[in-house]
């Protein structure tokens, strides 16, 4: 992974969100400020088109930051996408997948916290950012076989966790 060049942020600034779009920007993936605490980025994963989504939460020096899936759960899997889901979070070191409850689309979650004047640097985000992409990645297979290949969640992740040696 590439960080972004050091001169690009201005290490006075108390925004992270300013960082998020010069490394957007830097990389040439869509975004758009959706409001002073809000950006959303469109970067392009192995399987799919991710949704990242940061909020800035100034009083809690928060940035929360979502990685969002681009299919819906219809109602009939939701039982077993909840059940693959807490399978999935037992594997996770960092984050944790969940469904979100107005669009019904997976999606990894992770908060940096900057206490006591801390503030994002480009290793930091790019990090949670490339964590983000490499599990949705690594988990994308297991929700095409639950929603689509009509398996259950406990072949779902086998099939989308088996390592191959080699090369064909």
Not at 29 to 52: C, D, F, K
Request: with cysteine; aromatic share 12%.
């Amino acid at each position: 992974m590439t960080f972004v060049k050091k001169d690009l942020f201005d290490p006075g600034a108390h925004d992270p969100l300013t960082l998020v779009e010069l490394i957007a920007t830097q990389k040439r993936w869509a975004n758009e400020r959706l409001s002073e605490t809000e950006m959303m980025i469109q970067v392009p994963g192995a399987w799919a088109m991710y949704h990242m989504y940061f909020v800035w939460q100034e009083k809690l020096s928060a940035l929360q930051f979502c990685c969002q899936f681009d299919f819906r759960v219809p109602n009939p899997n939701r039982a077993d996408v909840h059940t693959l889901l807490t399978m999935i979070n037992e594997r996770l070191w960092l984050g944790h997948f969940d469904l979100n409850t107005d669009e019904q689309t997976p999606m990894f979650r992770h908060n940096l916290l900057m206490r006591s004047g801390e503030q994002a640097n480009a290793q930091q985000i790019e990090d949670v950012m490339g964590i983000a992409a490499a599990e949705c990645d690594r988990f994308y297979p297991a929700f095409q076989f639950v929603l689509w290949g009509n398996r259950s969640p406990e072949d779902a992740i086998g099939a989308a966790l088996i390592h191959t040696n080699g090369r064909a």
